[in-house]
């Protein structure tokens, strides 16, 4: 098992500058790079799909840069480091990286760690608190529907399933806010941020009281998406290995229904739905947050990065990219590692990935 997590650990390496390189290519040939929105800036014009792509340079007469002085826009170059030639970027962005130095927003005046750090208590509670409300209610779920297959619980309960299944996140949010946060006789829940504006005011009750109080429909509209896709899928791994001779000879030795299920039929069901876990991590942490945020006004990590590659502001979008992924591969490798501690039995010390 040593031998694997070391092998895993080592693989992150090539795989963070395979990423890191294929999506530096791709930026070279987005146009509005941050040298061109600068330019814009002073203009007075807006900046986004302005002059070439961000790995020209742009003091060779392109349209933005015309009846500006050529040093000044000499300087702006070299303020955002567009005077070296793009090998020459790349080379010192992998390794100041490997420094773990992420280098300074454009335009925000911090360090991307500061703003990552300041960004990740929002996108953390969403995904936090998203992901164990799914899994508290989506496994007992699949397992009650597996046990009573074809019944009329299992009936009602797959079509409420299937309409939250068929319903995008952002649609819910706002069938939610239309509900229950004024759009209606109903004002239950706010919609804006994750604390109220006295909350340093409150008693730490109060704080506490006020801070799920504004979770309560962000993180319902996130958890309505994966609630429908893990119900299913733990109920179809129960259904799956009921039908197996292992639970018909366990209960023909006489055990309990209760002791067939869950001393035997959970560990070898589960595998299945742990498998699931790092997917469930990312997809709440990074890609379903984003149309939330935005909706609920929340200033977390998706919103900072959709904003930031807007702005093409690339130390955040890059640096942001890095420690998402790293992220990524480190909860994939701990997928792994909650396998053994479902059923020891899996080795993958003998496996050679």
């Not at 070299?78 to 790349?90: S, T």
């Not at 896709?229 to 006489?254: D, H």
């Not at 209760?258 to 890609?287: D, K, T």
Request: with cysteine.
């Amino acid at each position: 098992m040593f031998a694997y997590i070391v092998r895993r650990l080592l693989l992150i390496i090539p795989t963070l500058v395979i990423i890191l390189l294929v999506n530096f290519v791709i930026v070279q040939a987005a146009p509005g790079g941050p040298v061109e929105q600068a330019i814009a800036h002073l203009q007075g014009i807006g900046g986004s799909g302005i002059g070439g792509g961000s790995g020209e340079s742009i003091s060779s007469g392109s349209r933005a840069s015309r009846g500006l002085d050529p040093k000044l826009i000499k300087d702006i170059e070299k303020q955002y480091g567009f005077d070296k030639p793009a090998p020459e970027r790349l080379w010192l962005m992998l390794k100041n990286y490997a420094q773990l130095d992420f280098g300074n927003s454009f335009f925000r005046g911090a360090t991307v760690v500061d703003l990552i750090l300041e960004k990740m208590p929002v996108t953390i509670s969403l995904g936090l608190w998203a992901t164990l409300i799914t899994y508290l209610v989506s496994i007992p779920l699949g397992i009650r529907k597996a046990v009573k297959h074809g019944s009329q619980f299992d009936i009602w309960s797959s079509t409420a399933i299937v309409i939250g299944y068929a319903m995008p996140a952002f649609l819910f949010a706002m069938f939610l806010i239309v509900v229950f946060a004024g759009g209606t006789s109903l004002n239950w829940f706010p919609v804006r941020g994750l604390v109220s504006e006295n909350f340093d005011q409150l008693s730490t009750v109060g704080k506490i009281a006020d801070y799920f109080w504004h979770l309560v429909l962000p993180v319902s509209a996130l958890v309505i998406g994966g609630f429908a896709t893990l119900t299913i899928l733990t109920k179809n791994s129960f259904l799956n290995e009921i039908t197996r001779q292992y639970v018909v000879t366990a209960r023909a030795k006489g055990l309990s229904e209760r002791r067939v299920l869950y001393g035997h039929v959970f560990r070898n069901a589960m595998l299945l739905v742990i498998s699931g876990i790092p997917q469930a991590f990312i997809s709440v942490f990074f890609a379903g947050s984003l149309l939330i945020e935005v909706i609920f006004s929340l200033d977390g990590l998706g919103r900072m990065s959709y904003e930031a590659a807007v702005s093409r502001d690339y130390p955040v979008v890059f640096g942001s990219l890095f420690i998402f992924t790293l992220f990524g591969l480190l909860i994939k490798l701990i997928g792994d590692l909650c396998y053994t501690l479902v059923d020891p039995r899996i080795d993958f010390a003998g496996r050679n990935a």
